[in-house]
């Protein structure tokens, strides 16, 4: 009896003639997730099989597979020859364990028979194997509707029992999309923001904005470890940590106290903007969502907009607090995010930042100060990191 | 490096790390065993407790070991507790160290009535409000002989006193891990203090339980420390430990002094800044080795990332506390809150400091808070 991962995937299947090259990136990307692993991945009629993984890591690598995008649902499976009586005893093996400590519990058989020639169909392997399993488990009963356990049997190149489902990522499979760069902050959105279009099959490459010397070396940490847990679903992330200070308190230098924020917005877009350039990233990704904050209006995007020419992706901007906050928590960044230092939007804060501000007047302002040679000297002692 | 964070630590004095060694690599047996060397280990282990005690000014029999400040202050208040039979009242002052504050927290939810004295703007608890608070039916008051925030000082005979008149039963409790050896250790029932904060090594503390005291056990096992502590006794913390206290009982009042005269040459500097505020109590009411100054309109957490940069460690607030801006529950006690609250630095002294840096470290900081000040919010 071989124990094996069988993974079902989402709306892969609607690709059409794209649908193999949608089927190999979710392939590597599996690989890639499990490679300690050294497992043997098999595609075959809707169906992803992984075989070869010692028992000890199978929990761990169901775990990582859960992060997987563009897996819809997973299930802990053995795989027995197709004779009957051996189908029956790993049924009832399988139910043994199932019902451990349970005094009664409702069920039904789910059989799918992509082999034709087999000797049952669908509905005979149903009626028979529910038949066996009643007579060998009393505290067991039928309900075809809403059962407690599914018992399921895939009749294929050999059969595949398994109960429960596990459910997956969904999404499209990572690299799929192509690239786009995430602005990152160590708050609590952008983190969510990346992970959404990772989701939808982008790669990321992510930019950060430092204020050294007064944001601390553990605020820096921070946006690595929280980089480190988006890339737990999104694969390798390119990190580029740029500091900021020196821009930061020119634009307080110069420019009118209120239009501060707007101001600094726009220039760490055009550095973004930069990177993706450099990157080949097509996008630029930012957590922001309508009216959070000042620098949040509508008014204020249209500005932050005006700064670059890519294409600026904001998942979140329908989003309430809470709801992100949710998606934060499922995700597994919410407590790292919440970790109280100071970061580079919070060091230097107008007190009264304008909330409509007008394009005209931002340009203006802007225009006093020529950044090129401040962006240079960013953008030149800019860290790249590769985080996996 | 100017190392101003001595009350989230002190550096290991090198008589104490050596003696740590020794007992380490050399006399290394288990105290408990029964051969010749272990027994001369017991013995040794015996004299450390006596140099305790001697600073304590009690019995050695009253001093027991343990592996931090923190257990300490939770041996004190669950161990007394649990030899209480039923419940009744709970005192701490609202200025506590979480390890005193929690704990009485989670005595709150154990069923205890559990109540705050408040404190007073510079940190010392409440007496009139204290007294109070007590009811006959009260079994424990605890309140820190000094504020590791503010360096306010606790008058804790005063408490026992008004303990004896209202609330016999009541066993009195005192955190010292910042008043030892800077002061007395005051009358009460219990007292505890850690040997990191006196140059020993991290991971080695002691409870003082006077004797008649009723308290029971917290870590259970093989009865070490006459049954109070279980757990293989830590030897080399232990000896490093009596090392430090034996340094610092030698040279007391010059310690004391020098930390003081560091501490007033930096708040002079200091106070020339303009928005500077003291918090805590005046100079001399104060402890020797804490100051807490806000830098109005500067960020506390932004100033200190700036002298990092600058080789100068100071803090913001207890580095046991996770702090979130505008919730520094020991100012909020003291109704230190706003842009004072976030504008607080608290640096905290040894005897190794010098007024040198006191004068290097205030030319810094002035410079840096007029650049923040630049950028404050307007």
Request: aromatic share 6%.
């Amino acid at each position: 009896m071989e124990k094996v991962l069988l993974v079902r995937y989402t709306e892969i299947h609607l690709k059409g003639l794209n649908r193999p090259y949608f089927e190999r990136a979710l392939v590597d990307n599996m690989k890639r997730a499990l490679h300690e692993f050294s497992p043997r991945i098999e595609r075959e009629h809707g169906r992803i099989y992984v075989r070869n993984i010692a028992e000890e890591h199978m929990d761990e690598a169901a775990d990582r597979l859960t992060r997987v995008f563009g897996i819809h649902s997973l299930s802990h499976a053995v795989a027995v020859d197709k004779d009957w009586e051996t189908v029956v005893s790993a049924a009832a093996e399988l139910m043994e364990k199932r019902l451990e400590g349970v005094s009664s519990a409702t069920f039904k058989v789910l059989a799918r028979r992509s082999d034709k020639h087999y000797f049952m169909n669908s509905d005979e392997i149903n009626r028979e194997l529910g038949g066996r399993m009643l007579e060998k488990f009393p505290q067991l009963s039928v309900d075809v509707h809403k059962p407690e356990i599914k018992l399921s049997v895939e009749v294929r190149d050999m059969a595949y029992i398994y109960c429960d489902e596990i459910p997956g990522s969904a999404g499209m499979p990572t690299g799929t999309a192509g690239k786009a760069t995430l602005l990152i902050s160590g708050g609590i959105d952008s983190p969510v923001a990346g992970y959404m279009m990772a989701k939808r099959g982008l790669t990321l490459s992510a930019v950060h904005f430092y204020s050294y010397p007064y944001t601390s070396e553990r605020a820096r940490d921070k946006v690595v470890e929280l980089t480190q847990l988006v890339s737990r679903y999104a694969g390798e992330v390119r990190l580029y940590l740029v500091p900021f200070t020196e821009i930061q308190m020119t634009i307080y230098e110069k420019c009118p106290e209120k239009e501060t924020t707007v101001l600094m917005r726009r220039l760490m877009m055009r550095i973004a903007e930069r990177f993706a350039r450099q990157e080949g990233a097509l996008a630029l990704i930012t957590g922001e969502s309508l009216g959070q904050v000042a620098s949040q209006t509508l008014e204020a995007l249209v500005c932050t907009n005006d700064a670059v020419t890519l294409p600026v992706f904001r998942p979140l901007i329908g989003f309430d607090k809470d709801e992100i906050m949710d998606v934060a928590r499922r995700i597994g960044t919410y407590e790292t995010s919440i970790l109280p230092y100071e970061d580079c939007c919070t060091v230097f804060v107008p007190k009264h930042p304008v909330t409509k501000p007008k394009l005209d007047d931002l340009r203006t302002s802007e225009a006093l100060v020529d950044w090129t040679e401040m962006i240079e000297r960013a953008v030149e002692k800019t860290e790249l990191m590769t985080i996996k | 490096m100017i190392y101003f964070d001595n009350s989230a630590t002190t550096p290991v004095l090198p008589k104490a790390a050596d003696e740590a060694k020794r007992y380490m690599t050399e006399v290394y047996y288990n105290p408990a065993a029964a051969y010749s060397p272990a027994v001369k280990l017991e013995r040794d282990v015996t004299e450390a407790r006596a140099v305790i005690a001697r600073a304590m000014g009690c019995d050695k029999s009253e001093v027991y070991f343990t592996s931090c400040g923190t257990e300490s202050n939770n041996t004190a208040l669950f161990g007394t507790l649990r030899a209480v039979h039923g419940t009744g009242r709970v005192i701490i002052s609202a200025a506590e160290h979480p390890s005193v504050y929690e704990a009485a927290m989670e005595l709150r939810e154990m069923g205890w009535d559990v109540k705050l004295a408040p404190v007073l703007e510079t940190g010392e608890v409440d007496l009139a409000a204290l007294e109070e608070l007590i009811t006959p039916n009260t079994r424990l008051i605890s309140c820190m002989q000094v504020n590791n925030e503010l360096g306010a000082v606790n008058d804790i005979a005063a408490i026992e006193k008004l303990a004896r008149r209202r609330a016999p039963d009541a066993a009195v409790h005192s955190d010292g891990v910042q008043g030892f050896m800077k002061y007395d250790m005051p009358s009460c029932s219990l007292y505890s203090v850690s040997g990191h904060k006196l140059h020993a090594p991290k991971g080695v503390g002691a409870l003082y339980v006077k004797s008649g005291v009723k308290i029971k056990p917290y870590l259970i096992g093989g009865g070490q420390e006459s049954g109070l502590r279980s757990g293989t006794v830590n030897t080399p913390g232990i000896m490093a430990f009596a090392e430090s206290v034996r340094d610092f009982s030698q040279h007391r009042s010059e310690y004391v002094r020098q930390m003081l005269e560091v501490k007033k040459r930096l708040y002079a500097n200091l106070s020339r800044i303009r928005d500077v505020r003291l918090n805590g109590p005046d100079m001399e009411s104060g402890a020797p080795h804490i100051l807490n100054v806000s830098f109005m309109g500067v960020r506390g957490e932004v100033l200190l990332n700036a002298l990092s940069e600058k080789g100068i460690c100071v803090s913001t607030g207890s580095a046991c506390a996770a702090q979130k801006r505008g919730k520094n529950r020991v100012l909020n006690a003291c109704g230190i809150t706003g842009d004072r609250q976030d504008g607080a630095v608290r640096f905290s002294f040894s005897h190794l400091n010098t007024v040198r840096e006191a004068d290097t470290a205030a030319a810094i900081i002035e410079e840096q808070v007029a650049i923040l000040r630049k950028y404050r919010r307007r």
